[in-house]
């Protein structure tokens, strides 16, 4: 049986450029597209000839593991009543499919996988030859910092797919690409690609705003359908202020100043991300001069790395359960620090999520932002937002828990910590992790 790759499927005249692109030679693509426009479909049909073109792992993920079972592999496509898998994969094109890990082996040797960048430090010693980041403007964008050296090395390629959801890692890494030679940028609206007409995205709008509100419904129409950075995220708890803050030039060059300390905040993650923010104040004035978030590290690679830095430190504020005793030792992380050398600590008090978000929203008007080493950060408090009740149609009382949590979290406790800067005698001398008010 003879089968053509892409099989029973044509692409629309807006997709042709990306597969001539890849033709060409291009191995990194950003395809900020309107919600429908075929994202995906266009990455399943690559990923499908890609597999019989060379021999390899290849990867579609989505954000969670959860979202990418529903939205990829059990997903039906309306038009035609079959799986979308079905009809981009040809079951005779297949060695094996395993519904329950959702890969399936070629009859060449190549696999294809839907996985969740969500876990994506678990995918230790994997080589995948290609990757697909759909949703990427919701996904953790440290999966691509640490997939990049594997596709650099065995010369795969990435596609990086999504609405845009505001000025996040996926809108800088679109105007990024647009500036490479190395890259492929393509941004579609829904006014200019013919899937709607003018009518059915009237009728979009009236829908949406029938069940999100008015303002909301436009916003998300806005966003989802002609890729507006400037539309807010629906339930977002600090986008508004940081907008604010990027108008007013506040999110900026802010260097160290050697004369100043320096204060850290901590979300101390188990068995996840760690995040510290790093702090000077002048006056009412907080310079937020850097960030670091990790994971799959102990707690000794993060006291090397503020060492390593040139800061001197005044405080070290971490979180209430910092005095909460681990099973397996029965020693306190708090104790932990201060054996690997880290002085200056104070535990804050458990206080309520609710007063600590207010907490950050009185702070950040009141901040500087280096723009270049809490760029990350950033990302993760501008999409910090309210967990949505799909069944309920509302928003519910406690922020949504994924990739932007560790650095909110750890900024939620720098706002409850932080305090007042005091009269300094003058002529002191400072000396690093030697230093108290």
């Not at 708890?237 to 060059?253: E, F, M, P, V």
Request: include cysteine; hydrophobic fraction near 35%.
């Amino acid at each position: 049986m003879e089968i053509t790759i892409p099989h029973n499927w044509t692409p629309r005249d807006y997709q042709i450029p990306v597969f001539q692109a890849f033709d060409k030679g291009i191995k990194r693509f950003v395809l900020r597209w309107h919600r429908r426009a075929g994202k995906d479909d266009v990455c399943l049909h690559i990923g499908a000839r890609e597999a019989f073109r060379r021999v390899g792992n290849y990867w579609h993920m989505l954000p969670a593991y959860t979202q990418a079972r529903k939205a990829i592999w059990d997903a039906v496509n309306p038009h035609t009543g079959k799986k979308r898998i079905d009809e981009a994969f040809p079951k005779e094109l297949r060695k094996r499919t395993n519904n329950q890990e959702m890969i399936i082996e070629f009859v060449n040797g190549s696999t294809w996988q839907v996985l969740g960048s969500d876990n994506y430090d678990n995918l230790v010693g994997a080589s995948p030859a290609g990757i697909i980041f759909s949703e990427y403007a919701l996904a953790n964008p440290a999966a691509w910092d640490y997939f990049r050296p594997m596709l650099a090395e065995n010369h795969g390629f990435a596609f990086f797919i999504s609405t845009v959801r505001g000025y996040n890692h996926f809108y800088q890494l679109g105007e990024y690409a647009k500036t490479s030679k190395e890259w492929f940028f393509q941004e579609v609206s829904a006014d200019t690609s013919g899937v709607f007409t003018t009518e059915t995205l009237q009728r979009e709008l009236e829908e949406i705003q029938a069940k999100r509100g008015e303002d909301e419904g436009l916003s998300i129409f806005r966003q989802e359908y002609f890729n507006d950075p400037n539309a807010a995220i629906p339930g977002a708890y600090y986008a508004k202020i940081i907008a604010k803050l990027k108008d007013a030039g506040q999110i900026t060059s802010v260097p160290y100043e050697p004369n100043l300390p320096v204060t850290t905040a901590w979300d101390l993650g188990i068995g996840d991300s760690t995040a510290i923010w790093f702090a000077q104040q002048v006056g009412k004035e907080v310079r937020i001069i850097d960030h670091l978030e990790n994971s799959g590290v102990g707690l000794d690679w993060y006291v090397k790395q503020l060492s390593n830095k040139p800061y001197v430190y005044h405080e070290h504020l971490l979180p209430h359960d910092a005095n909460v005793s681990e099973l397996g030792t029965g020693k306190r992380r708090i104790d932990t620090l201060r054996d690997l050398g880290l002085n200056k600590t104070r535990v804050l008090p458990a206080l309520s999520v609710d007063d600590g978000i207010n907490a950050v929203r009185l702070l950040l008007p009141r901040c500087w932002f280096d723009k270049t080493k809490t760029e990350k950060g950033l990302n993760c408090l501008i999409n910090y937002q309210r967990e949505y009740d799909e069944k309920l149609q509302t928003f519910k009382d406690r922020p949504l828990h994924d990739w932007s949590s560790h650095s909110s979290d750890g900024f939620r406790y720098l706002a409850i910590g932080l305090k007042p800067v005091r009269e300094r005698p003058q002529g002191l001398q400072f000396a690093n992790n030697d230093f108290s008010l």
